[in-house]
Structure formats: C-alpha cells, structure tokens
T-cell receptor, first 114, second 113 residues
Framework: NAGVTQTPKFQVLKTGQSMTLQCAQD?????MYWYRQDPGMGLRLIYY???????DKGEVPNGYNVSRLNKREFSLRLESAAPSQTSVYFC?????????????FGPGTRLLVL | SQKIEQNSEALNIQEGKTATLTCNYTNYSPAYLQWYRQDPGRGPVFLLLIRENEKEKRKERLKVTFDTTLKQSLFHITASQPADSATYLCALDEADSWGKLQFGAGTQVVVTP
C-alpha cells in the first residue's frame, strides 16, 4: 500500500497562474483533508471531504477550490495563484472522519508563487 | 481567541536523557489530543492519542499526559536517541469536529550523541 500520495512534489508558479494539486489514498478511507503549513504556524485546514460527494470549507479556504473526484482522490485547485499561497500543502485521510481517528498524511507539495 | 501553544525554541538534549515537550491550549474543549512526529520534508506521522478522561498514555519510550484543568499536555521521550530528532506536533480533536484537527506549530527536538 502506498498510503497517501501527492503530486507534484515541487512547483513554482507565477502570480496569476493556476494549478491543481493531486492527492490519492489507497486505504479505502472515507474522509480526506487539505492543509497548508507555513513556518512558525500549525497546519491549517483548507478544505475537507467527510465522504465521497461532499466537501466543506476549513479554516483558510479563500483562493482555493476542491474536488472529491471519487473515494480515492481529492484535488486542490488554485485558480489564480498569489504569493501568499507560497506554502507546503499536505493531504490527509481518515477512515470515517470521526473523533479520535488517526490522520494519515501524504509527503506534501512545496509550492512557491513568485 | 483559540490558541494552541508549543515551545517555539528547539529542545536540545543529550542522548539518554528525557525530553519533555509542552502543549498548552486556550478556548478549546478537546475530547482527544494527538501527538504527531514530522521529519524534515515529510508529512506528519501519528504517535499517540489520549482521551480527556485519561491522565496518562504510554507507548514504548513515549509518554503523554493530559490535564484538562491546566489545559495542558506533556509529551515525554525517555532514553532519547539521535533518531528521535524531529519536530513534534500536538493536535486537538473536539468531540464534534468530524476529524478536523487543530494543530500546534510544533517543537523541534535535537538529540545529540
């Protein structure tokens, strides 16, 4: 099992460009999450999907959109990238999104917006 | 406002000693508290979970305490080894959060031989 995979690993964008970050899990998990991690700050939730077909905003959703393509895949789209979106992005999944569940994280995508 | 605080300064410790990390929170009512380990360039990895009605939890050389009165969790690594060098994150899980964890910024631990 690969667990949670993310592509790409690194990306450099110019302000105003768009891109989609891909995430897939092979653990048959129902719930998936997108976080961003900035220096000196905790992981902050951007969007989450409690189950296939549903998505909801997290703490910092502005400037992002998501798609839960199927049970395995959850993508994050930046329509018009801004320098403030320079960050490391992590995808995570849990079995059913309930309390006390372990989150399984991907390796991250490092994004630089110039 | 809601806040989770972990020591921002790196904890430098000699091999064999016990490392103790703190996680303090305000304006949260966590039902559970989790600790994760993060190595440079990698995603966080789950270590331990403790429930609000548990005082202490152990796993091998790791020990976590949870004091809801003090609003604090302590994370101990006993007999520390250089391989324990990493950043450790605490995360709060409120009962109705549907898995939406609130993370602290983490504390870096450096274990020297």
């Amino acid at each position: 099992n690969a667990g949670v995979t993310q592509t790409p690993k690194f990306q450099v964008l110019k302000t105003g460009q768009s891109m989609t970050l891909q995430c897939a899990q092979d653990m048959n998990h129902n719930s998936m999450y997108w976080y961003r991690q900035d220096p000196g700050m905790g992981l902050r939730l951007i969007y989450y999907s409690a189950s296939e077909g549903t998505t909801d905003k997290g703490e910092v959703p502005n400037g992002y959109n998501v798609s839960r393509l199927n049970k395995r895949e959850f993508s994050l789209r930046l329509e018009s990238a801004a320098p403030s979106q320079t960050s490391v992005y992590f995808c995570a999944s849990t079995l059913s999104g309930g309390a006390q569940e372990t989150q399984y994280f991907g390796p991250g995508t490092r994004l630089l917006v110039l | 406002s809601q806040k989770i605080e972990q020591n921002s300064e790196a904890l430098n410790i000699q091999e064999g000693k016990t490392a103790t990390l703190t996680c303090n929170y305000t304006n949260y009512s966590p039902a559970y508290l989790q600790w994760y380990r993060q190595d440079p360039g990698r995603g966080p990895v789950f270590l331990l979970l403790i429930r609000e009605n548990e005082k202490e939890k152990r796993k091998e050389r790791l020990k976590v305490t949870f004091d809801t009165t003090l609003k604090q969790s302590l994370f101990h690594i006993t007999a520390s080894q250089p391989a324990d060098s990493a950043t450790y994150l605490c995360a709060l899980d409120e009962a109705d959060s549907w898995g939406k964890l609130q993370f602290g910024a983490g504390t870096q631990v450096v274990v020297t031989p």
